[in-house]
């Protein structure tokens, strides 16, 4: 086996395993035990790759073999269907050709650009109303991301009344906070010892059972709404372009297939809103902490595109510091540190190391994107890296993982975070905080929570290893307009959907 630290008998490694940003732990195991780790704990071995060349080595060429996630105790007795967990059998592989049909190159996601570009002025419109100092960045960028994802998925226009939270983003928030609780500690014994599935529900303590089936019957409610919506919207011929329609307008498409465009499109609001929330804040915190990007990023675009208009998708190829911008912002603060295990199928060999059956493997993203000997200062946010004739190896590219249970998102996203981060650049000037004291604050980067990620997978249980998914705390800082004339062009902008919603289309009731 790779080496990796000594463990106890029994337990193996359980409580060496970090509860606290395990991606940094590990990168620091690595320091002593090189690139790929073992450790062991509950009978279960977990290979730890901190080396992005090692992770293609084993989890890419090794196909099939590392394409399995374990599967969650919990999910199955909810009779819950997840994207992320389980085998890459019949199911997921459906979902993934699904999205591969929708955006797997970035041309074929091109249709979807002007949403793109007006979910992103309507973003700039909202960040305007910020408060110097207040913490609502965060709330007004997911906001925005769950606007564009719900756009995309099912053609639907969030509701725009001031202080009023719109009732669909309302029962998707409401589906993932039920999914969190739903995995919380307690229920989370399950996963620890699974046989406890089969404790008989006349039993005292059988409640978690009952507990489970009950929130999996809201998330059911949550993920259906919309999608009947879509259904009975085509029917009377008002449903806007969206993922859902186009797959559910496909010829010769069966019950089954219908019930899984069902389940992927509700996995995509889980999977886009706090990524992408996430990686637009790693921008406008690292505003605050490089003035001199910020002053560099503007240059660009004042030369580019001038003062008298906003930038668009179709300026992309003219602004390579923006494009860097985007780059580092995903290499600085990965939204996924650790990506999701994959499982290994069959036991596998790298180099004279072997990885057995059923081993767990995961690839620590954060450490890839931290090596020192691929990027000097690595905690310092630099685009300058990806510029000039040396640039520094794009090791932004492993946020999404490897081999296949790769993120079947990233030609969404990638358009969605380029014309946003874009266009907040364009229009604000953002700099750190003033505190009471008169002191400048020191924005936090990442996130303090440990483990609000829904994904109760026995890993995470039997680790202790509760935070998969770093996210963002709100943070305070101060979002200026650059000029008044580019506040008037937002709204000037924002007033001209490039969509037509038809009055008569039936509302949406949740
Ligand atoms: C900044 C944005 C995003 C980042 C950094 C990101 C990153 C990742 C990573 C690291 C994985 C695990 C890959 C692996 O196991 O090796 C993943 C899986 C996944 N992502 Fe994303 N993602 C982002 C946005 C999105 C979006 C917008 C969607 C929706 C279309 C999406 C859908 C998914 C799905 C469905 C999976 C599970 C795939 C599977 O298990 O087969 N992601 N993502």
Not at 311 to 336: F, G, H, M, N, Q
Request: charged share 20%; glycine share 6%.
């Amino acid at each position: 086996l790779p080496p990796g630290p000594r463990g106890l008998p029994f337990v193996g490694n359980l409580f060496d395993f970090p509860t606290f940003k395990p991606w940094e732990v590990f990168a620091s195991w690595g320091e002593k035990y090189g690139p790929i780790m073992s450790a062991k704990a509950m009978g279960h071995t977990f290979i730890i790759i901190n080396d992005e060349d090692i992770a293609n080595s084993i989890v890419v060429e090794g196909g099939m073999n590392y394409a399995d996630r374990p599967t969650s105790v919990l999910f199955e007795i909810a009779n819950m269907q997840s994207f992320v967990t389980g085998p890459y059998e019949g199911r997921i592989r459906a979902m993934r050709q699904m999205i591969a049909r929708l955006m797997g190159t970035p041309t074929n996601i091109r249709k979807y650009y002007p949403i793109m570009d007006y979910h992103a002025i309507k973003m700039v419109k909202d960040l305007s109303h910020h408060k110097d100092g207040e913490t609502t960045a965060m709330v007004a960028l997911r906001k925005a991301s769950a606007a564009v994802a719900l756009h995309l998925t099912y053609g639907y226009v969030v509701k725009d009344d001031p202080g009023v939270q719109d009732p669909l983003i309302a029962l998707a928030e409401k589906m993932l906070d039920t999914i969190s609780k739903f995995s919380a500690q307690g229920k989370r014994l399950v996963e620890i010892f699974p046989l406890l599935r089969y404790w008989p529900s006349w039993m005292p303590g059988s409640g978690f059972k009952r507990d489970i089936k009950k929130s999996y019957e809201s998330i059911r409610i949550a993920c259906q709404a919309p999608f009947e919506w879509v259904v009975v919207q085509m029917q009377v011929g008002t449903a806007q372009e969206s993922f859902v329609r186009d797959l559910l307008s496909e010829e010769g498409i069966t019950n089954e297939g219908r019930a899984l465009i069902l389940s992927m499109a509700s996995s995509i609001y889980g999977a886009a809103v706090e990524t992408t929330a996430a990686a637009i804040s790693a921008y406008i915190i690292a505003s605050c902490l490089y003035p001199e990007v910020q002053e560099r990023f503007h240059a660009e675009l004042d030369r580019v595109v001038g003062t008298d208009r906003l930038p668009t998708l179709d300026d992309r190829a003219r602004l390579p510091y923006a494009e860097a911008v985007c780059k580092e912002a995903l290499r600085w603060v990965p939204t996924i540190p650790l990506a999701f295990p994959h499982l290994a199928s069959q036991e596998g060999v790298y180099n004279q190391y072997r990885i057995p059956k059923g081993s767990l493997v995961i690839t620590n993203i954060w450490a890839m994107q931290h090596d020192p000997a691929k990027h000097p200062d690595p905690m310092v946010f630099r685009p300058e890296r990806y510029l000039g004739p040396n640039p520094e190896h794009e090791s932004w590219k492993n946020a999404f993982g490897f081999g296949k249970r790769m993120c079947p998102g990233k030609n969404f996203i990638d358009p969605v975070l380029f014309i946003t981060i874009t266009k907040i650049a364009a229009v604000f000037n953002i700099t750190k905080a003033i505190g009471p004291d008169g002191k400048a604050v020191e924005p936090r980067v990442g996130s303090s929570r440990t483990g609000n990620f829904p994904y109760g997978m026995r890993f995470c249980a039997r680790l202790r290893l509760t935070v998969v998914h770093s996210g963002q705390d709100p943070f305070p800082c101060n979002i200026q307009p650059r000029s008044e004339a580019v506040l008037r062009m937002v709204s000037d902008a924002h007033s001209f959907p490039p969509f037509q919603l038809d009055p008569s289309a039936p509302s949406l009731v949740v």
